[in-house]
């Protein structure tokens, strides 16, 4: 197999390992992605120069949500609960980043417990 090959398998590898866990991508995935084009932050690239801030505004109580597999790791998250009013961080079982095509059931069972909780702050 000639280089590309390669790293097209092991940017197939990475996507279905981090990305999407599921054997068929759902149309409106596949499609996003078509839409987004040549960009250059796709991927590991997107993350490595993004430093958050924290915003002047007075914020809600939110939750952090990732996958188990997620491209966004544990050590990517860690600065967000300084910089946001989070009151929940919650990964789901055995999913990548976008949990919610996975298993939308823990998904939804996970946000409708957080606003059950706090959507009266």
């Known amino acids: ?59 809600p109580p939110c939750m952090l949500m990732r996958g188990q597999h997620d491209l966004c790791t544990q050590i990517c998250m860690d600065a967000w609960p300084k910089l946001l009013s ?3 961080i919650h990964v789901l079982s055995d999913c990548s980043h976008y949990g919610m095509l996975e298993d939308e059931h823990a998904y939804g069972a996970a946000m ?7 959507d009266a702050e």
């Open 86 to 88: 989070v009151k929940r």
């Open 112 to 118: 409708v417990g957080f606003m059950k909780q706090y």
């Open 1 to 59: 197999a000639s280089q590309t090959d390669a790293r097209l398998t092991l940017a197939q590898a990475f996507a279905q390992r981090h990305e999407c866990r599921l054997d068929q991508w759902p149309l409106a995935l596949i499609d996003a992605h078509a839409q987004a084009g040549p960009i250059s932050w796709r991927g590991m690239n997107a993350l490595g120069p993004y430093v958050a801030q924290r915003s002047a505004a007075t914020l």
